[in-house]
């Protein structure tokens, strides 16, 4: 049994393929509750979509943006929607990985269940971390799909977008199950929605250029798990090639990393009390 003072809550992950189990159950569950759980996760961005995008872009019109081949002038239906598809993965990932993960693991008593099996609680992290994910990918599909029929763009790189949305959905599940690990109540998650995804919204150039920032909210922003996400799938959907991809990519990795391996260090200490 582990301690609350034990170094082994630090340790390197200790993962199998029994996490695959995991999955399969929620997804099965899941299937009951498809297309109602499908309508809340992408009725919320379309909203924003039409009102921001049809509604304000018709007085904004174009937007400039500096592009390696420079300044292009874009549709802002355009720039809004390949930003609010990256903050629609965000958002379905965190959701999942927070209240959904929080309910199975703290109200229904579903993670002591699953360990009663020959399942660690590194795999029922790991494979609540992927479904959050999978969520997310299943969300902005649709999404996605919807943006075609409207004609929003039709860039063939676009399909390269969604593996890219998919690595956005391990980050940030990753980073919400952290918070997942640490909460009492779904009251807590209050705080993560409102300090720290919220703000991210607004200054990683989901809804306008971040060319508007103060050079150092800016340089702030550079590092943020969102505005990376932004720059890489923003350029598909203009069907041109991100500019520095590998620096971006890096920069989810390492966030994806790092919080993979503080959610499996705190979510150990709570269940070793």
Same mark, same amino acid.
């Given at each position: 049994?582990?301690t609350?003072?034990s170094p082994?809550?630090w340790?390197?992950p200790r993962?199998?393929?029994?996490?695959?189990?995991?999955f399969l159950r929620?997804l099965?569950?899941?299937r009951k509750l498809?297309?109602p759980?499908l309508?809340?996760?992408i009725?919320e961005?379309?909203?924003?979509l039409v009102a921001?995008?049809?509604g304000m872009?018709a007085?904004?019109?174009?937007?400039d943006m500096a592009?390696?081949?420079?300044t292009?002038? /874009?549709p802002?239906?355009l720039?809004?929607?390949?930003?609010?598809i990256?903050?629609?993965a965000m958002?379905a990932?965190?959701?999942e990985?927070?209240?959904? @993960?929080?309910?199975?693991m703290?109200?229904?008593?579903?993670?002591?269940?699953?360990?009663?099996?020959?399942v660690?609680l590194?795999?029922v992290v790991? @494979?609540?971390?992927?479904?959050?994910a999978?969520?997310?990918?299943f969300?902005?599909t649709?999404?996605?799909?919807v943006?075609?029929a409207?004609?929003?763009?039709?860039?063939?790189?676009l399909?390269?977008?969604?593996?890219v949305l998919?690595?956005v959905g391990i @980050?940030?599940?990753?980073i919400?199950?952290?918070?997942? @690990?640490?909460a009492?109540?779904?009251?807590?998650?209050?705080y993560y929605?409102?300090l720290?995804?919220? *703000?991210?919204m607004?200054?990683?150039g989901?809804?306008f250029?971040?060319e508007?920032?103060?050079d150092? /909210?800016?340089a702030?922003?550079?590092w943020? *798990?969102?505005t990376?996400? /932004?720059?890489? /799938?923003?350029?598909?959907?203009m069907?041109?090639?991100?500019a520095r *991809?590998?620096l971006?990519a890096g920069?989810l990795?390492?966030y994806?990393?790092?919080?993979f391996?503080?959610?499996?260090a705190?979510?150990r200490?709570?269940f070793?009390?």
């Amino acid at each position: 049994m582990l301690t609350t003072t034990s170094p082994s809550h630090w340790s390197s992950p200790r993962l199998s393929l029994r996490w695959w189990p995991v999955f399969l159950r929620n997804l099965l569950v899941w299937r009951k509750l498809a297309v109602p759980s499908l309508v809340g996760n992408i009725a919320e961005p379309l909203m924003w979509l039409v009102a921001f995008g049809y509604g304000m872009g018709a007085l904004v019109g174009q937007v400039d943006m500096a592009t390696p081949q420079g300044t292009v002038a /874009v549709p802002y239906i355009l720039f809004l929607a390949s930003g609010s598809i990256c903050m629609s993965a965000m958002n379905a990932a965190s959701f999942e990985a927070l209240y959904s @993960a929080f309910s199975r693991m703290h109200v229904q008593k579903t993670w002591d269940g699953i360990m009663n099996a020959p399942v660690s609680l590194d795999d029922v992290v790991l @494979a609540e971390m992927l479904w959050a994910a999978f969520k997310a990918l299943f969300a902005v599909t649709a999404i996605m799909g919807v943006m075609l029929a409207l004609g929003i763009s039709h860039s063939p790189k676009l399909l390269l977008a969604l593996p890219v949305l998919l690595g956005v959905g391990i @980050a940030f599940s990753c980073i919400a199950l952290i918070f997942n @690990a640490l909460a009492q109540g779904y009251d807590f998650f209050t705080y993560y929605f409102t300090l720290f995804l919220t *703000p991210m919204m607004f200054l990683s150039g989901v809804f306008f250029p971040r060319e508007q920032l103060p050079d150092w /909210v800016r340089a702030f922003s550079d590092w943020l *798990p969102l505005t990376n996400a /932004v720059e890489l /799938v923003r350029p598909l959907f203009m069907d041109q090639w991100p500019a520095r *991809p590998w620096l971006h990519a890096g920069v989810l990795l390492v966030y994806t990393v790092v919080a993979f391996w503080l959610a499996l260090a705190f979510t150990r200490k709570r269940f070793a009390r």
